[in-house]
């Protein structure tokens, strides 16, 4: 049975979809990076970027691959000023993605690494309607935890443009979770102050209301957008709902924390060059 990519078989992708995909899958796979895939579309085409998404997932998944939930980008408004857009983006986060809280990413496993600082959200019930409101997601949602993304482009030096990140999977690289579910009874998300320290140093700092006005509108925006698509969020799906602050460059040695007040903390380090992949 053939995929449909955003109504473009897998099967029957445009030459430029195929291609594009290609070059971030073998970013991905060699760790080479790639050059912008932008050039390949009309400025703008975020069809095709999205269809170029959804074919390296596709793959993934039929290498073994699970997908276990949704990240959201470009929640940020500078960061959206920076690219031009008025709107935030959203890739799939694999099961294989995950990083132990305290653990370790290993030397050479992403490009140029960048972490930043999240809610997480797990869902205890579907999210299937297009018109989904912040009511349905509270019903939803069965905990939060505090999360760090480490962010990474397929793409050379960061030289994106929102077509290349989306398509190179909204930039995804791996994710740490703290390891305390809180019920949303015991926080209110939007006004959560958030510290991001590397090293001991305080790097990034936010609150819930840097990401979309509230990680719960952003996941709003997230369920209605996949419902439209017919691809809504399911029960026990991990959404990572967006950045409370700036994301900072990661180097190998360096170990980054996050305390966001309610939820905890979570940590993560970055192995030294001399250290097996």
């Known amino acids: 049975m053939s995929t449909v990519l955003d109504g473009v078989r897998a099967d029957a992708a445009p030459p430029a979809v195929t291609e594009a995909a290609d070059l971030l899958a073998e970013a991905a796979r060699t760790g080479a990076a790639c050059p912008p895939v932008r050039t390949l579309f009309d400025d703008g085409d975020l069809g095709s970027a999205y269809a170029v998404q959804q074919l390296n997932v596709r793959r993934a998944q039929a290498a073994g691959g ?11 408004t500078a960061v959206q000023r920076q690219l031009g857009v008025d709107r935030p983006d959203f890739g799939a986060l694999f099961a294989d993605m995950a990083v132990p809280d305290g653990g370790e990413v290993p030397a050479g496993r992403l490009l140029r690494p960048k972490v930043e600082a999240e809610v997480a959200l797990v869902l205890g019930r579907d999210l299937p309607h297009r018109a989904c409101t912040v009511v349905d997601l509270l019903r939803a949602v069965d905990f939060a935890l505090p999360a760090l993304e480490i ?5 050379r030096d960061w030289d994106i443009s929102l077509v290349d990140t989306v398509a190179d999977n909204a930039s995804c690289g791996l994710y740490v979770l703290g390891a305390t579910p809180v019920p949303l009874t015991a926080v209110d998300l939007r006004t959560v102050p958030m510290t991001m320290t590397r090293n001991g140093a305080t790097v990034s700092e936010g609150t819930g209301a840097d990401c979309l006005g509230s990680p719960l509108e952003a996941a709003v925006w997230l369920a209605c957008e996949l419902a439209e698509r017919g691809d809504p969020l399911r029960a026990g799906d991990l959404v990572l709902t967006g950045a409370l602050g700036p994301m900072t460059p990661a180097a190998p040695g360096d170990v980054f924390e996050t305390r966001i007040a309610g939820l905890g903390s979570v940590r993560v380090a970055f192995a030294d060059e001399g250290d097996a992949r």
């Open 66 to 76: 699970r997908v276990v939930g949704r990240k959201i980008g470009l929640t940020s």
């Open 151 to 155: 962010v990474d482009s397929r793409v």
